[in-house]
């Protein structure tokens, strides 16, 4: 994005405000944080825009953890189609000149944090552009699972004249493959002896989901200089979190840090987890390392200690993931139902 682009995202950002309340709405949902917590006065914004992994489950799940358990205001935006939440949505859509939406991209403006879970997403340029001046802001970003694939079509970022992509150049790696078997082998985390001491580490010592792990580089290559590995990946047989592991696939990287600048000269913390299904957000560890992961990129590391309570609040039951939507019992609902 150059300083023109640049100056009109601000202008439509600004545009777009006038005509939105910057804080609530029956398209997407907010919570309210609880007083006392290390969190207080800080707003965290999701974004549930996928189709495989039900982030329309484990967004707001974090987003009501987040708000009650540690006082963070915050807010879940989800991708729509005619009014529902639509994880069932073509993406991107074979149509040209057909866009998803994620209503509430605006709510970015006043966001500390943005925690991304997309895939494929094709948006309007005036909700891109809410994107790109965040990217412009500073502000911390989380990438969850698909978000190093989230964004597809007429998504464009420049940045010293050359296009930004956002899986290599914001989070640090981008989707090239299955390397853990798909739908068929689960993974188990292992923490980065060299990094153990890491705060986003503390507390967290059994992560176990059943999605597969991504490889994110070439096979000849590794994570930019810019990254640092903090939990890796292991391959298990099956589906089961007892499983043995596969001795064919040493671990990849499935989490870890970055650092994004953007046109403005402002450098932002930046986490990446591959891992991420609803289903994988059933693990303590899976929670604890997100919510460390938002202190951090917050710049309140100190605030860390092993006992922050990661209990779910209310219930969670995550439907299993997968495009077999009828089967699941995937389909377009209210925002409401998500709450």
């Not at 939990?231 to 499935?254: M, S």
């Not at 951090?296 to 969670?316: F, K």
């Amino acid at each position: 994005m150059n300083a023109l682009q640049t100056a009109l995202a601000a202008a439509v950002v600004a545009a777009t405000l006038s005509a939105q309340d910057s804080t609530d709405g029956p398209s997407w949902l907010s919570y309210t944080g609880s007083e006392g917590g290390v969190g207080a006065g800080k707003r965290v914004v999701f974004i549930a825009a996928e189709q495989e992994y039900r982030a329309e489950q484990s967004m707001p799940m974090m987003a009501r953890l987040l708000a009650t358990r540690h006082g963070f205001d915050t807010a879940v935006l989800f991708g729509q189609r005619d009014g529902m939440v639509d994880p069932t949505e073509e993406a991107p859509p074979k149509d040209p000149d057909q866009f998803q939406t994620i209503p509430g991209m605006h709510l970015l403006r006043d966001a500390d944090l943005v925690v991304l879970f997309t895939r494929f997403m094709k948006l309007p340029d005036e909700e891109l552009a809410h994107l790109n001046a965040y990217l412009d802001s500073g502000k911390p970003i989380i990438g969850v699972r698909t978000a190093n694939h989230g964004f597809r079509g007429n998504w464009t970022y420049e940045r010293d004249g050359k296009k930004v992509r956002f899986g290599d150049d914001v989070l640090g790696g981008s989707f090239r493959g299955h390397y853990g078997g798909w739908h068929r082998e689960s993974t188990r985390g292992i923490v980065v002896e060299a990094n153990k001491e890491h705060p986003i580490l503390i507390g967290v010592d059994d992560v176990w989901g059943p999605t597969d792990v991504y490889r994110m580089f070439p096979a000849d290559k590794a994570l930019p200089p810019s990254c640092t590995s903090l939990l890796l990946g292991q391959p298990l047989k099956t589906l089961e979190k007892d499983a043995e592991p596969n001795p064919k696939k040493p671990p990849l990287p499935v989490a870890w840090t970055n650092s994004w600048t953007g046109n403005l000269g402002k450098t932002a913390r930046v986490f990446h987890v591959t891992m991420g299904s609803a289903r994988d957000y059933q693990s303590a560890g899976m929670r604890r390392l997100t919510l460390n992961a938002a202190l951090w990129c917050l710049e309140m590391e100190g605030q860390i200690t092993a006992n922050l309570n990661v209990d779910i609040v209310g219930a969670y039951e995550p439907l299993k993931s997968g495009f077999n939507y009828r089967e699941l019992g995937v389909k377009p609902r209210p925002v409401s139902y998500y709450r």
